[in-house]
Nanobody
Framework: QVQLVESGGGLVQPGGSLRLSCAASGSSRSPYVMGWYRQAPGKPRDLVASSTVGGNTNYADSVKGRFTISRDTVKNTVYLQMNSLKAEDTGVYYC??????????WGQGTQVTVSS
């Protein structure tokens, strides 16, 4: 089982930037897919960005051009660089990993609040 620990959340003003990190441990090889999901109160948990071991990336339309997902294979860590933040980006951001065997792992989440 892969353990995921998110960090980097916080309070930021609109137009600001944050960089989220998700460190994976407990596996001898990198997960097939790692991604970031966002959940606001009363809303479903939706995909923000994902990255495969092959380098394919996907972004939600609402963040495309503002957010960038990247991986550090040495540290086994995935990052989400969040620029030009909007109030609508507020929510709990969860890291997800999918192993080559199809096993899902979730982090506990990190709060991102965009407010003036």
């Amino acid at each position: 089982q892969v353990q995921l620990v998110e960090s980097g959340g916080g309070l930021v003003q609109p137009g600001g930037s944050l960089r989220l990190s998700c460190a994976a441990s407990g596996s001898s090889r990198s997960p097939y897919v790692m991604g970031w999901y966002r959940q606001a109160p009363g809303k479903p948990r939706d995909l923000v960005a994902s990255s495969t071991v092959g380098g394919n990336t996907n972004y939600a339309d609402s963040v495309k051009g503002r957010f960038t997902i990247s991986r550090d294979t040495v540290k086994n860590t995935v990052y989400l660089q969040m620029n030009s933040l909007k109030a609508e980006d507020t929510g709990v951001y969860y890291c997800k990993a999918v192993s080559l065997l199809g096993v899902d792992s979730w982090g506990q989440g990190t709060q991102v609040t965009v407010s003036s």
